[in-house]
């Protein structure tokens, strides 16, 4: 299971393209996999013949774990017992060390997490002990993954109540939800499973003794829609975000005139091409990055004590996937960017983005994000912080409106373009401040910046 993010720990298996003994080709397409930053085609890594395939359509396993065996000839090799429970053992190991490689991610990259070779008897080496002895609890019995921790954590389980069943003691993630579905099930009433679903009501379904849902009599005016995956992996990741960091916003009012002046201008289909429609958010964008340039705590991440400053500006920007769901492609570089060429940027990466058709480089790495929901005529958005970042932009309707104008020897009520924006950052990080500094140097900048003679 390839590595898909910076924050993703597990992936859904959605389709194989391929069925055992058939032929694979280099980079041709072998399966789908959807995580809570994007569903996309994962391309075969080598030639050969699909062996076999470990992990059926609809199951989520961690980051790393053996999927499948591709062998390196055009013929099959006989598959025995003892290779199959070899498999197991080396997928378990895979779990392991996958869990370990995580651990030394770097802020703003991500590292690929290779699968060890298979050893006839599977042995830890120093680097996963060393793991087993950071996370193993208190009594020294069982061996944790972080993503297994946060899920004891979130449902309020001691590890005393886990049967461990993975490879060396190690409590799997099924291994939890077992343990959940047991205190469940001991429990006679229905209190316990209404506090893991508060949003789930007496008439519109209710909870059987064994944990299943069953409609309710007045279930035929409501309807009960359960998180899918990348919206279950969304839901967990802004959770996170809110624990972690203490999140502060300042919004400003912001005159787009001069911005409103270069898009009537210019002719878009000689400037940048007949698909690109040149919107206001390139140049929120392109301010925004000049004042990044000036307040460069703002593209960071925190780590440990301090802040880890990111030289390049990597602008990520949230896309709508029709309702279903949001990813956060990445501009990498985007100060190298021209206004046209971050319209151009924006409007290719949002297409592919709703195709699925981005690839795992395009949506890891980046360093300050914006939310526009402004195309749905909102008036003030309070957007959440996009981890591991410390700073999200958030830019609203832009409207005709009755402004005062100066113009220099007397005021004026002219009409002209004026739009919000805010930014939500992590009050770790900066304060308030240096924080309200940077959003009216982005308003000043739209507002006095000459974009026609920079378009």
């Given at each position: 299971m390839?590595?898909l993010?910076?924050?993703?720990?597990?992936?859904?298996?959605?389709?194989?393209y391929?069925?055992?003994?058939?032929?694979?080709?280099l980079?041709?397409?072998l399966f789908?996999?959807s995580?809570?930053?994007v569903?996309t085609e994962?391309?075969?890594p080598?030639?050969?013949?699909?062996?076999?395939?470990?992990i059926?359509?609809?199951?989520t396993?961690?980051?790393?774990?053996?999927?499948?065996?591709?062998?390196?000839?055009?013929e099959?090799?006989?598959t025995?017992d003892?290779?199959t429970?070899?498999?197991?053992?080396?997928?378990?190991?895979?779990n392991?060390?996958s869990?370990?490689l995580?651990?030394?991610?770097?802020?703003?990259?991500?590292e690929a997490?290779?699968p060890?070779?298979?050893?006839?008897k599977p042995v830890?080496?120093?680097e996963?002990?060393e793991?087993?002895?950071?996370?193993?609890?208190?009594?020294?019995?069982h061996?944790?993954s972080p993503l297994v921790r946060n899920?004891?954590?979130?449902?309020e389980?001691?590890?005393?109540?886990?049967?461990?069943?993975g490879?060396?003691?190690?409590?799997?993630?099924d291994?939890?939800?077992?343990?959940?579905?047991?205190r469940?099930n001991?429990?006679?009433?229905?209190s316990?499973h209404?506090?893991?679903?508060?949003?789930?009501?007496?008439?519109?379904?209710?909870v059987?003794?064994?944990?299943?849902l069953?409609?309710?009599p007045?279930?035929n005016v409501?309807?009960f829609?359960?998180f899918?995956?990348?919206?279950?992996l969304?839901?967990?990741?802004?959770v996170q975000?809110?624990?972690?960091a203490p999140?502060?916003t300042?919004?400003?009012e912001?005159?787009f005139?001069?911005?409103?002046?270069a898009?009537?201008?210019?002719?878009?289909?000689?400037?940048i091409?007949?698909?690109?429609?040149l919107?206001?958010?390139?140049?929120?964008?392109?301010?925004?990055i000049?004042?990044l340039k000036?307040f460069p705590?703002?593209?960071?991440?925190?780590?440990?004590?301090?802040l880890v400053?990111?030289?390049?500006?990597?602008?990520?920007f949230?896309?709508?996937?029709n309702?279903?769901?949001?990813?956060?492609p990445?501009?990498?570089d985007?100060?190298?960017?021209?206004?046209?060429g971050l319209?151009?940027?924006i409007v290719?990466l949002?297409?592919?983005?709703r195709?699925?058709?981005?690839?795992v480089?395009?949506?890891?790495g980046?360093?300050f994000?914006?939310?526009?929901?402004?195309?749905?005529?909102?008036?003030l958005?309070?957007?959440?912080?996009?981890?591991p970042?410390?700073?999200?932009?958030?830019?609203?309707?832009?409207?005709r409106k009755?402004?005062?104008?100066?113009?220099g020897?007397?005021?004026?009520?002219?009409i002209?373009?004026?739009?919000?924006?805010?930014?939500?950052?992590?009050h770790?990080?900066v304060?308030?401040?240096y924080?309200?500094?940077?959003?009216?140097t982005?308003s000043e900048?739209?507002?006095?910046?000459?974009?026609d003679?920079?378009?």
């Open positions: 390839p590595q993010g910076e924050s993703v720990t597990e992936g859904t298996v959605i389709k194989w391929k069925s055992p003994g058939d032929q694979v080709a980079d041709e397409p789908d996999v995580t809570d930053k569903d994962v391309p075969s080598a030639s050969g013949i699909l062996e076999k395939i470990l059926e359509e609809g199951e396993v961690d980051v790393g774990t053996l999927l499948a065996i591709i062998s390196d000839s055009t099959g090799t006989v025995t003892s290779d429970q070899s498999d197991k053992n080396s997928q378990n190991l895979t392991l060390a869990d370990t995580k651990l030394n991610i770097p802020v703003g990259g991500v997490v290779p060890p070779p298979p050893p006839p830890l080496n120093s996963v002990s793991f087993v002895t950071d996370i193993q609890s208190s009594d020294q019995k061996i944790t899920l004891l954590k979130q449902n389980i001691n590890l005393d109540e886990i049967t461990a069943t490879f060396g003691n190690r409590v799997t993630i291994d939890v939800k077992v343990a959940i579905q047991r469940d001991s429990d006679s009433t229905v316990s209404q506090e893991q679903r508060p949003f789930i009501k007496d008439n519109v379904v209710s059987t003794k064994n944990g299943n069953s409609p309710s007045d279930s409501t309807e829609i359960e899918n995956n990348i919206r279950r969304t839901a967990e990741h802004m975000s809110k624990r972690i999140h502060s300042i919004v400003v912001v005159d005139e001069a911005v409103e002046h898009k009537n201008n210019l002719s878009h289909k000689h400037s091409g007949q698909d690109v429609h919107t206001y958010l390139p140049f929120v964008a392109k301010a925004t000049e004042a000036l705590k703002l593209n960071s991440s925190v780590v440990d004590n301090g400053v990111h030289r390049h500006i990597n602008l990520g949230g896309v709508d996937l309702f279903e769901g949001l990813v956060v990445v501009i990498h985007a100060d190298q960017f021209s206004v046209t319209a151009s940027a290719d949002s297409t592919r983005a195709g699925k058709k981005l690839s480089d395009e949506l890891v980046g360093t994000t914006i939310s526009n929901p402004g195309p749905y005529h909102t008036l958005t309070i957007p959440i912080i996009n981890q970042e410390v700073g999200i932009l958030a830019t609203d309707s832009i409207r009755p402004v005062v104008v100066n113009s020897t007397e005021e004026f009520i002219g002209h373009s004026v739009g919000l924006i805010g930014v939500t950052f992590d770790r990080a304060d308030g401040a924080a309200a500094k940077f959003v009216a982005i900048i739209i507002s006095s910046h000459d974009w003679s920079e378009i």
